[in-house]
């Protein structure tokens, strides 16, 4: 049921690939919401998604950009603002990959070339995208940038990787960009630590199901879904949080301040007793 949250409002997207995307989920709830969109992912990946079906169910022009590419933001900035006629209102950053885990590199193993690629991609970016933003003053006033996190940017989860520092680096960039937009133009960036999620970049992490069991059964919610993750974007993309920024927030049914839980402990005493 729609509320109207964004109304009138008018954003980019990145990173939807496919149904599994939390940006997919979030380009349908933001468009349900009243939002006109822009589309955007890498030329590969719109090769090998299927955003085509996302553009026509949301109305969206579609602009194929590299995230880690300067000259490519300027040119999807540069039509976004000519698409919706000036400023816009609202960004979401749903960018990362990791080439040592797309190519079963441990971290005590890493290759550097392949972690400042993860860098680049995953956090590097973001910085990329607000810089393009900030200096064209792309963005209105009270305007939201939000960009998806994960709990090992704070806490370590073997099998995460160099993903875990790319985290990290994402969210301080979003706080020394916020207070830098905020001051410019009431501009918000904040990121989302959400639950581990079924979704095709989540799938190349080494015990990823493993994790997902874990975190559901120990969170006092459960996981929070794509779909429940697309509804939290949508009120930070709205004017219900225009004081909310350079923030860290939790998605995760409450899994991050949760220690232990009597059923955990039992499921973890009873393998225990069987060895």
């Known amino acids: 049921m729609s509320h109207g949250l964004l109304k009138g409002k008018k954003g980019i997207i990145f990173g939807a690939l496919n149904e599994q995307s939390i940006a997919w989920k979030a380009a349908l709830k933001a468009r349900e919401e009243g939002a006109e969109l822009v ?16 553009a026509e169910q ?3 022009l579609v602009v194929p950009a590299d995230a880690t590419s300067v000259e490519d933001l300027e040119g999807l900035v540069d039509k976004a603002m000519e698409h919706f006629g ?18 079963n590199k441990p971290y005590e193993y890493t290759n550097y070339d392949f972690f400042f690629k993860t860098l680049d991609i995953s956090a590097l970016s973001l910085h990329k995208v607000l810089g393009v933003l900030y200096k064209k003053d ?20 073997e099998g995460y990787n160099d993903m875990a520092d790319a985290k990290s680096l994402l969210e301080s960039i979003a706080r020394s960009f916020g207070l830098l937009y905020g001051k410019k133009a009431h501009v918000r960036v904040n990121t ?14 080494s015990g ?8 559901d059964a120990l969170s006092p919610l459960g996981n929070a879904s794509a779909s429940d993750c697309a509804d939290y974007i949508v009120t930070l993309f709205s004017d219900l ?12 049914g409450g899994f991050s301040s949760t220690g232990l839980n009597a059923e ?12």
Request: charged share 15%; with cysteine.
């Open 264 to 275: 955990v402990v039992e499921t973890y005493t009873k393998g225990l007793k069987k060895d």
């Open 39 to 54: 589309l955007t992912n890498t030329p590969l990946s719109l090769r090998l998604g299927t955003m085509d079906q996302l």
């Open 208 to 215: 990823m199901e493993d994790m997902f069991a874990y975190a």
């Open 241 to 252: 949080t225009k004081h909310v920024t350079m923030q860290n927030l939790y998605h995760d």
């Open 86 to 103: 000036g400023q816009f209102d609202f960004v979401l950053h749903s960018v990362g990959m990791s080439p040592n885990i797309r190519k």
């Open 58 to 60: 949301c109305n969206a």
């Open 192 to 205: 989302i630590s959400q639950s581990p999620t079924r979704t095709s970049a989540g799938s190349g992490i």
């Open 138 to 157: 792309a963005l209105k006033e009270w305007g939201s940038v939000v960009a998806l996190s994960y709990i090992a940017a704070q806490r370590t989860f």
